[in-house]
């Protein structure tokens, strides 16, 4: 299936972790998404925090959407 959702904010191409991580730490219902670096900025952490739940979310496996 091709993605072709861009950041609300600053108009970026979103990749599936972009939407995977937004779902996750924002919200389920969500239609419309923030790129990690603009989703770093609304949660005053910068990316790195961000890409570090990435990964932990995909090691664990518990979380269908990092699969």
Do not use: Q, W
């Not at 959702?5 to 991580?21: F, Q, V, Y």
């Not at 239609?31 to 979310?57: A, Q, T």
Request: proline fraction near 1%.
């Amino acid at each position: 299936m091709v993605n072709n959702k861009t950041c609300r904010e600053c108009g970026t191409a979103l990749k599936g972790d972009d939407i995977a991580i937004y779902l996750k730490l924002v919200t389920r219902n969500a239609e419309d998404f923030l790129c990690i670096d603009c989703l770093g900025v609304k949660l005053e952490c910068g990316r790195g925090p961000i890409e570090e739940r990435i990964k932990y979310f995909r090691e664990s496996g518990n979380c269908t959407l990092f699969r």
